[in-house]
């Protein structure tokens, strides 16, 4: 006749209790089904819990089944069950103890880098250069730091760097460095003190602070060479 599939097929859909159930109602756990491959219930279990299903009841019934034939490895008793569940718990106490320094640690670290930031943007107040200001803002405000005085203090150098490149300004300025130079070759005026005169903070052409070392082209100061060629192209 057929051979019984019942065992095989709870084992391989992962159902505990209905081959909980088989094995006690005499279910032969050393049956080798041709439509699993000639394989055991015990090899095509779908879980763990359900592979425990053999092991308990090896342990209840030891003498049923030859077990090393279901390939059953060995019997799970209650007592090494309380054993596993409370090595389980162990694990996972450390698991959550892990898990709670490991958030105090960023938790710390990212007190840190906000408070870092909070004193780096509170000293960069003082700067004349926006673009680094804006972008130690961004990383401020990413950290949660207060950032409305440094807000504040942007609009205020970008207003300056407006008014500076603004086209009326950089005529004002050529119009005095035209005056100087005529002065200096009429002798009217010390070369030194007239190069002290001329001499500014800002990029003639866009605004910007200047750089250590800045270019320098018709008495003017500029931060790049991309605003010298602005500017000769304008001239």
Do not use: I
């Not at 008793?77 to 090595?87: I, V």
């Not at 008014?163 to 009326?168: D, F, G, S, T, V």
């Amino acid at each position: 006749g057929l051979l019984p599939a019942e065992l095989h097929e709870a084992a391989a859909a992962g159902d505990v209790e209905r081959v909980g159930a088989l094995l006690e109602g005499g279910a032969d756990p050393t049956l080798r089904h041709p439509d699993f491959r000639h394989r055991v219930a015990y090899d095509v279990a779908a879980t763990k819990e359900v592979r425990n299903a053999f092991r308990r009841r090896m342990a209840a019934a030891p003498d049923d089944w030859d077990w090393k034939a279901a390939n059953v490895p060995s019997p799970l008793t209650d007592e090494q069950e309380a054993a596993q569940a409370e090595r389980e718990k162990a694990k996972e106490r450390e698991r959550r103890k892990r898990r709670e320094k490991e958030r105090k640690d960023r938790k710390a670290a990212a007190a840190a880098e906000a408070g870092s930031a909070q004193a780096e943007l509170a000293n960069a107040l003082t700067c004349n250069d926006a673009d680094a200001l804006e972008a130690l803002v961004a990383r401020a405000e990413a950290l949660a730091v207060d950032v409305s005085a440094a807000r504040a203090r942007v609009e205020e150098l970008r207003q300056e760097q407006a008014a500076w490149a603004a086209p009326e300004a950089r005529r004002r300025r050529e119009a005095e460095a035209r005056a100087l130079a005529m002065e200096r070759r009429l002798g009217g005026a010390n070369d030194a003190a007239g190069a002290a005169t001329a001499r500014a903070t800002r990029c003639h052409w866009c605004g910007k602070p200047l750089p250590p070392t800045p270019f320098q082209k018709h008495f003017f100061d500029y931060c790049t060479t991309a605003c010298v060629q602005a500017h000769a192209r304008e001239l």
